[in-house]
């Protein structure tokens, strides 16, 4: 069953349902909350793959990813060129009680000019808590400049028929920075660029 505003409001009073920082009124809708564009990304660009890959270069997902596969960047503005990918997190820290589970998509608008949010994983474990990270794809002929901080992720929630018996504890909680899969410790220790254009 997804969740009305109605009950939004109800687990936000009761603190079941946390959204650090709080929302403004703005960003909750009938069915969804919208949450906002982090400032930290991990780029995955075509033309650092060309310039630092071998030809032969592939990414085998049963294996830890090399971390050289792409690079940290912290921007309050970043433009894809065609092809690019960045991994991107919410501006909001989540944490969800153990009797809903969450789901992101991205807003109809980037659909329209081929920019795709969050391709595969859309759910969101009954106890998380963190920043969410998303995969952001330009499949557009022309650049797509991101803007942190604008409303740029539709969030709902589903009940569960019964709530589960504990949080989630994988290794992608309780992190503020999108965390390639596989990958080691990356620097995120960076100096805040204005416009960042891959």
């Known amino acids: ?6 009950d939004y409001l109800d687990l936000i009073k009761k603190k079941r349902l946390v959204f650090e920082p709080n929302l403004s009124p703005s960003q909750l809708g009938e069915s969804h909350v919208s949450l906002t564009l982090g400032e930290f990304f991990y780029v995955i660009s075509h033309q650092t793959f060309r310039r ?14 090399p971390i050289e596969y792409g690079f940290p960047v912290r921007a309050k503005k970043i433009t ?8 991107a997190v919410t501006r909001e820290k989540v944490t969800l009680p153990l009797s809903h589970q969450g789901r992101v998509s991205g807003n109809s608008s980037l659909g329209r000019v081929f920019c795709l949010v969050h391709v595969t994983a ?3 474990d009954p106890g998380f808590s963190g920043h ?3 995969e952001i794809a330009n499949l557009s002929p022309v650049p797509i400049t991101l803007v942190a901080g604008k409303t740029f992720f539709r969030f709902c929630l589903e009940q569960l028929s019964s709530p589960v018996f504990k949080r ?5 909680g309780n992190q503020p920075y999108p965390i390639p899969f596989g990958s080691g410790t990356i620097n995120w220790n960076l100096k805040q660029k204005k416009h960042f254009i891959i």
Not at 1 to 6: G, L, P
Not at 52 to 65: G, L, M, N, T, W
Not at 168 to 172: I, Q, V
């Open 168 to 172: 989630y504890e994988g290794s992608y």
């Open 80 to 87: 894809l060129s065609q092809h690019d990918c960045v991994l």
């Open 52 to 65: 630092e890959q071998p030809a032969s270069f592939s990414i085998d997902v049963s294996k830890k990813i």
């Open 132 to 134: 969410l990270t998303m």
């Open 122 to 124: 859309h759910d969101v």
């Open 1 to 6: 069953m997804i969740t009305s505003k109605k």
